[in-house]
C-alpha cells in the first residue's frame, strides 16, 4: 500500500516537473523571440527601406546623367560664347579699323556713310567703351542688311541709339544710330598715365 503511495507521488511529481519543462520551453521561446527574432525583424525591414531607396535611386539615375549631360553642354556653350567675345574686344579703341570695317559693309549693301564721328570714352567693368556716332542714308533692305551685319563684325559694337527717317522722295532713308565698341581697360590706364604724366 505505501508502495503504491509512494509510486503515485512520483507519478505526480513527474507531471508537475514536466509541466515546469514545458513552461520554461515557452518561457525561453518568448525570450528568444524578444531578444533574438524581433531585432533581426526590425533589421530585416531596414534593409528593405534602403534596398527600396537604392531601387528609387537607380531609376532616376539615367534623368539625372541626362541632366548633368545637358548642363555640361551649356557650360561649354557659354564658355565658347564668352571666348567668342573676347576675341572680339581689341587692346585699344583702334576707332580707324573699325571705320574701315563700317565702311566695307556699307558699301557692300549700298548703304552711303554720311558720318563717322568718335565720342566720349568711358569704362566697363573690366573694360572700355568708345561712344561711335554714325549717319547714312540708303534703301530699306540695305538698311537692314547693313544692322544686320554689323552684329557679325570681327568688332564687338553695341547699338545704344537708332533713329530712321522716312524719305521726302523716293525711297532712300536717313537713318543715324549711336554704337559702343569695347576695348580692354588697360587701355584706359595706360590713357590715364599719360594725362598725368603731360600734367606734371
Known amino acids: 500500500m505505501a508502495g503504491q503511495t509512494r509510486h503515485k507521488e ?24 524578444v531578444v533574438v527574432v524581433a531585432p533581426l525583424r526590425a533589421r530585416r525591414a531596414e534593409h528593405l527601406e534602403r534596398c527600396e531607396h537604392l531601387d528609387q535611386l537607380i531609376a532616376g539615375r539615367d534623368g539625372v546623367e541626362r541632366e548633368c549631360e545637358r548642363l555640361t553642354e551649356e557650360l561649354d556653350g557659354v564658355r565658347r560664347r564668352k571666348e567668342e567675345l573676347r576675341r572680339r574686344i581689341t587692346d585699344s579703341a583702334q ?25 566720349a570714352i568711358s569704362r566697363t567693368g573690366r573694360y572700355g567703351t568708345m561712344r561711335i556716332e554714325l549717319r547714312c542714308t540708303g534703301g530699306y533692305g540695305g538698311i537692314c542688311d547693313f544692322l544686320e551685319q554689323l552684329a557679325d563684325l570681327p568688332r564687338l ?4 541709339r ?39
Do not use: K, W
Request: glycine share 14%.
Open 95 to 119: 576707332e580707324g579699323e573699325f571705320l574701315r570695317q563700317v565702311s566695307q559693309v556699307a558699301d557692300s549693301v549700298g548703304v552711303r556713310l554720311r558720318e563717322f564721328r568718335p565720342g
Open 10 to 33: 512520483l507519478r505526480s511529481l513527474g507531471s508537475a516537473l514536466h509541466g515546469v519543462g514545458i513552461m520554461a520551453s515557452f518561457a525561453l521561446l518568448a525570450l528568444g523571440t
Open 157 to 160: 559694337a553695341t547699338i545704344d
Open 162 to 200: 537708332l533713329e530712321i527717317t522716312a524719305p521726302n522722295r523716293g525711297d532712300e532713308y536717313s537713318f543715324g544710330m549711336s554704337l559702343d565698341i569695347y576695348f580692354a581697360a588697360g587701355d584706359l590706364a595706360d590713357r590715364d598715365a599719360g594725362q598725368e604724366g603731360g600734367d606734371v
